[in-house]
């Protein structure tokens, strides 16, 4: 395991993490901001995240972003599932499906492996079959000595994006600690005093996901300040960093506030 506490020092180097999620193709499709993965890693690679998370499919096209060692650290993402389908109208029981494994993962030079854990989607043989590739997974993480995250989510069909209610949260986070994830990333609960009882049933650090784009930077932004108070060690964020007009400069941004408790109204400074 001394391979995984390496790579979890260098993640967390500056005690917190900005990851940037790149991953969602498997999921959800081309979504606007991420069609062209050439383009969209040379707007964000060398704009402060610590590390970029995507698919090994996904590593082949943008290799030469970690070719020097100032770069950005490499998360893979290993699963998917089909929860997230209702822009193509097509509603169904649910699957979840393993895809890459961690040798895959660290073939591509992967400093660590990212997993979903869907829980209250599909029926209870998906569930208990997510949960079983899981175990397989950890194991296949932990013999390698690399870091294994686990993104825990509770997700039914009238709110596919994911439930941020405080108990399901709580129940997922727990859940996925105990199947021995060494990194989580969960959704945001919306306010600081209900994220602190996240972080308080936690076994490991934790970088909230991004979720969908919000109105404006600002009120993403002020979510990231207020789980960074509560405890949280990152974000995670895809879609309210490349969807956003200025990515470049909105890593920026995310990287002070991550890393130097930039407050707001400085932080916004940077995007004008
Ligand atoms: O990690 C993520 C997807 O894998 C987070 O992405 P979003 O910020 O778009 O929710």
Redesign the pocket.
């Known amino acids: 395991m001394v391979g995984s506490e390496i790579r979890m020092a260098r993640l967390f180097e500056k005690g917190r993490a900005f ?1 940037v ?1 790149l ?2 193709g498997l ?1 959800m499709g081309p979504l606007k901001g991420i069609e062209n993965p050439i383009e969209v890693v040379a707007k964000i690679a060398k704009n402060g995240p610590d590390a970029l ?1 995507m698919t090994p499919a996904m590593v082949k096209l943008v290799k030469e972003n970690f070719f020097s060692r100032g770069s950005p650290m490499l998360i893979a ?1 290993l699963d998917t599932a089909n929860v997230w389908r209702q822009k193509y109208k097509v509603y169904n029981e649910g699957y979840y499906a393993s895809i890459y494994t961690v040798k895959d993962a660290i073939n591509i030079g992967a400093d660590a492996v ?1 997993t979903y854990l869907v829980v209250g989607y599909g029926s209870d043989i998906v569930e208990g079959y997510n949960l079983s590739a899981l175990g397989s997974l950890r194991k296949e993480a932990n013999d390698y000595g690399i870091p294994f995250i686990i ?1 825990p989510l509770y997700v039914t069909k009238d709110n596919p994006d994911s439930v941020k209610e405080l108990d399901l949260v709580k129940y997922v986070t727990r859940l996925a600690s105990e199947i021995g994830a060494d990194i989580l ?1 969960v959704d945001y609960t919306g306010s600081k005093e209900s994220f602190r009882q996240v972080v308080n049933v936690a076994f490991s650090p934790i970088l909230i ?4 784009k919000t109105n404006t930077n600002e009120e993403f932004l002020k979510m990231l300040r207020d789980a960074l108070e509560a405890g949280a060690k990152g974000v ?6 490349w969807q956003a007009d200025e990515p470049d400069k909105l890593a920026k941004a995310i990287s002070k506030v991550v890393h130097e408790n930039l407050d707001i109204g400085e932080a916004l400074k940077i995007l004008k």
Do not use: C, M
């Not at 996901?209 to 969908?212: C, H, M, Q, S």
């Not at 995670?236 to 960093?241: D, I, M």
């Open positions: 990851v999620a991953d969602h999921v998370q993402r990212v993104e990333k996901r991004g979720g969908p995670t964020v895809g879609r309210n960093l």
